[in-house]
């Protein structure tokens, strides 16, 4: 019963009750559509709901952090149990499209995604879209802070390193989550791959614990840390709820990943798959996560408005990242592994 439970809260399923005559302005698709979502509850429930209303298909989501459902669709390779993956950083979206986990489709949305991302659209875009974008940097909670003594508040990742900050920092773990994947591939990208670990080593003396990213954050509004790592947008959802928190953007430059959108090889409702990926490029869709979920990463659609919170991304001048490589399976099995061998394992 436990069981059932639990697996019937974390589905939600949006049943289409509606009449043909009120359904008389949608495409008339019809049968059924199972998401993995790897964003907020709040914004998988919504886009499902409005998904399945508009278009008359029984949609259903089941929510893990990104790299939760890579690990999802690598145990259920031969029997895939999902059609669409929604969201997650883009990096393990890639990894999975290597690993030949994906199905292949260019929706011509793509042409209405920012022209700044179009060299990786025509690289990579056969098998993922990118769907929004996302600034990464810290959450410190101020309260915290005057209850430490700590005037000043970190302002570059070295600053982390501070021994008034032992144990007061919380950073999700990589093996379930995106973010600090995309915290890794940032240190390497700003000190090589040698001093982003010895770096990653002398922060885990400051870091209490790693879990899976959404409890980072809501341990950091409750002040059960000082500080955390990740998407700065989560941080100003935070604040609007009453929370202490303010986000920092690091002093050695903006770094940043991007949503991905995904068909899953051996989808057994592709058709309606292909019509979720183009709904989901759209200006209607993409600005559903702040309009009405509170949640305010950047939409990448040219014409989507974005929310007054959330980072303009033309004050931005963000890092490099070279998502050939960390997009490949292998680099990412190895440095996730080479966190646990070299981190995790030895706290
Ligand atoms: N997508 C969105 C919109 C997010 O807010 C986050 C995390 O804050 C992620 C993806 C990455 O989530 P995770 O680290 O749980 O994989």
């Given at each position: 019963m436990n069981f059932l439970n639990k697996n019937l809260s974390k589905i939600y399923t949006a049943l289409c009750l509606g009449s043909a005559t009120l359904l008389s302005?949608?495409?008339h698709a019809e049968g059924k559509l199972t998401i993995y979502c790897s964003v907020q509850s709040t914004t998988c429930e919504k886009i499902t709901q409005t998904f399945s209303k508009k278009y008359n298909v029984q949609t259903q989501f089941v929510r893990n952090s990104t790299g939760a459902t890579l690990s999802k669709l690598k145990a259920e390779?031969?029997?895939?149990?999902?059609?669409v993956w929604y969201g997650g950083t883009i990096e393990l979206h890639y990894q999975a499209a290597d690993l030949g986990l994906l199905s292949p489709y260019r929706s011509?949305?793509?042409?209405?995604?920012?022209?700044?991302f179009k060299a990786l659209l025509d690289k990579k875009g056969d098998l993922t879209s990118i769907l929004y974008m996302l600034v990464l940097g810290f959450g410190v909670n101020t309260e915290k802070f005057a209850e430490l003594g700590i005037k000043d508040y970190p302002k570059c990742w070295k600053d982390l390193l501070d021994p008034r900050l032992k144990g007061q920092i919380q950073v999700p773990d990589p093996q379930l989550s995106g973010t600090t994947y995309t915290a890794i591939v940032t240190l390497i990208e700003l000190l090589g791959e040698e001093k982003a670990f010895e770096y990653l080593k002398q922060l885990d003396a400051n870091v209490s614990q790693y879990m899976k990213s959404n409890q980072v954050t809501s341990n950091l509004a409750r002040g059960e840390s000082a500080v955390s790592v990740g998407f700065v947008h989560s941080y100003a959802t935070e604040k609007e709820n009453g929370a202490p928190v303010e986000a920092i953007l690091p002093c050695e430059g903006d770094s940043y990943s991007l949503g991905g959108l995904s068909i899953i090889k051996g989808a057994r409702n592709l058709d309606n798959a292909k019509l979720f990926v183009d709904w989901a490029l759209s200006k209607e869709a993409q600005e559903?996560?702040?309009?009405?979920?509170?949640v305010y990463q950047i939409p990448t659609n040219v014409d989507a408005t974005a929310s007054p919170?959330?980072?303009?991304?033309?004050t931005l001048k963000p890092i490099n990242i070279d998502f050939e490589r960390f997009g490949s399976a292998e680099e990412g099995k190895r440095l996730v592994n080479k966190w646990v061998q070299e981190i995790k394992l030895k706290k």
């Open positions: 302005n949608a495409v390779q031969n029997n895939p149990q999902a059609d011509p949305k793509q042409a209405e995604t920012m022209p700044q559903i996560p702040w309009r009405e979920a509170g919170k959330s980072v303009d991304p033309k």
